[in-house]
């Protein structure tokens, strides 16, 4: 009889593992990621000189320090987590004339994309992205953007921007919604771009333990000096 026991609590202690383990590990162990950057105003300043001119992408500092990358959720080990992978490796300039932007181009080195998690970098990377061949992800304005209404108080004003969105050589029409500040002598533009993955001939891992949406955002925080 008592090896029936034994026997039986194993088996418990099994089925339990199963059901229960998938809910402790959301509960108590899977952690959302910090959302992407977006514009701060802490310690914003009032604008210096006219918005026209030629702007180029630098590092930025502080909670504006320049970064893009992607917002995903997914399904690990049981439970929904959502990820954010990011890279301050990014490049660009802004031309605005007559308070119009009248041409953007941001460059992103993919490679260089990393999250939390080594072995979910390298999917991404490789079987994703393949970086190798795809070195870089671009989003290029095809429309000019009216600024005439950005403050110059050092408050930020949100401006729709359309253009193209590049990702693995595959170019797609997009329109995003995008924070802008003008602080002193510094231009910070954030915004979050929505993606069907599939539409750029990504396939997202679905990998038995990780299971990511279809949909996610690519996301960017710029931080512009004049050229």
């Known amino acids: ?16 593992a199963v059901l229960v383990g998938p809910w402790v590990y ?14 701060s105003t802490e310690g914003a300043q009032a604008a ?3 918005v026209d001119g ?14 893009a990358g992607y917002t995903v959720s997914e399904i690990l080990n049981g439970a ?10 990014v490049s660009g300039a802004v ?3 007559e308070r119009k932007m009248t041409a953007a181009e941001v460059v992103v080195q993919v490679a260089d994309i990393a999250t939390d998690n080594s072995r979910r970098d390298n999917q991404f990377r490789g079987n994703v992205m393949d ?3 795809f070195p870089t992800a671009t989003f290029t304005l095809d429309a000019p953007v009216d600024l005439a209404s950005l403050p110059t108080d050092g408050t930020p004003a949100t401006v729709r921007a359309t253009g193209a969105l590049t990702l693995k050589g595959q170019s797609r029409p997009v329109s995003v919604d995008v924070k802008v500040l003008h602080s002193g002598d510094t231009l910070i533009a954030s915004g979050s771009v929505p993606v069907t993955w599939s539409d750029y001939g990504l396939t ?24």
């Open 1 to 16: 009889m008592k090896k029936w026991w034994i026997v039986g609590g194993v088996v418990v202690v099994v089925v339990l």
């Open 26 to 39: 959301g509960k108590f162990i899977a952690e959302d990621d910090a959302p992407a950057a977006s514009v």
């Open 48 to 50: 210096t000189g006219s």
């Open 54 to 67: 030629q702007w180029v992408v630098t590092t930025g500092s502080g909670a504006n320090e320049t970064a």
């Open 80 to 89: 929904r987590v959502t990820v954010v992978g990011t890279t301050g490796q």
């Open 95 to 97: 031309s605005i004339s």
């Open 131 to 133: 970086a190798a061949a």
């Open 204 to 227: 997202p891992p679905s990998l038995g333990f990780v299971t990511v949406d279809g949909n996610g955002t690519v996301d960017f925080l710029v931080s512009l000096t004049r050229a």
